[in-house]
């Protein structure tokens, strides 16, 4: 079956320290997503990745960053972390977009002290 | 620009009864639809989708929904509750011409389905 994989379940960073957060899938899908979900909120795209070394922003980039190496990773990365970046983050793959099915992985909870 | 709202962040439903979760859009065109869920503890997974075609969409667990551009909306139903659907339940909008891009998936904020024993 399909799997998108993040590699931590709970992270607890202090402010302005510089967090990476893992997502790897095994379907050889080409596009890539990192949401953040909050409360009252639900989920809001950060980057987006349609091909290897490619990246495109979504609707709340400030403060992140994300590197696509290899096909089946992307990883999202914190330069400075604040406490306004402590929520889940649920990384996302699909074969050809958001137009089709998005495959979740099972989400990491960052709190930044 | 689209955007979906959901209509009760919390809806909460007695073991057999009846579900009703709602959802409506706003699209300059007729979009594509989908109901995402997310039980405890999980990730998103998709329950059904609406492209093209029938209006009326069967989904995974018993769910179905139906598209209405009257009404524009694309309300969750599924007729007899089960303890194992209490989970959080987000409807999502993209415009067809979008090219798949992900800037254009657009969920609502999620409705927090309790059942009651």
């Known amino acids: 079956d399909v799997k998108v994989t993040q590699s931590s379940r709970y992270l607890v960073k202090r402010t302005g320290e510089k967090v990476f957060l893992e997502c790897v899938q095994d379907?050889?899908?080409?596009?890539m997503f990192w949401y953040r979900q909050d409360p009252g909120l639900g989920l809001r795209l950060i980057y987006f990745s349609y091909d290897v070394k490619m990246k495109e922003k979504g609707d709340i980039p400030e403060g992140y960053s994300v590197s696509r190496e290899k096909k089946e990773r992307f990883s999202l990365i914190l330069e400075s972390a604040s406490t306004n970046q402590t929520s889940m983050y649920l990384c996302?793959?699909?074969?050809?977009?958001?137009?089709?099915?998005?495959?979740f992985g099972s989400g990491t909870q960052l709190s930044v002290l | 620009a689209q955007s979906v709202t959901q209509l009760g962040s919390h809806v909460s439903v007695s073991e057999g009864a009846l579900v009703l979760l709602r959802c409506n859009y706003s699209s300059s065109v007729p979009p594509y639809l989908f109901w995402y869920v997310q039980y405890p503890n999980q990730g998103l997974q998709l329950l059904l989708k609406?492209?093209?075609?029938?209006?009326l969409v069967k989904g995974i667990n018993g769910f179905e929904a139906e598209f209405k551009k009257s009404e524009t909306s694309f309300h969750l139903t599924k007729p007899s509750a089960h303890m194992s659907d209490a989970a959080e339940y987000f409807c999502?909008?993209?415009?067809?011409?979008?090219?798949?891009?992900?800037?254009?998936?657009?969920f609502g904020k999620g409705t927090h389905l309790i059942i009651q024993p």
């Open positions: 999502a909008v993209i415009l067809p011409y979008s090219g798949g891009g992900a800037d254009g998936l657009t």
């Open positions: 996302a793959s699909s074969l050809q977009g958001a137009n089709e099915k998005l495959f």
């Open positions: 379907m050889d899908h080409e596009n």
């Open positions: 609406y492209t093209t075609g029938a209006t």
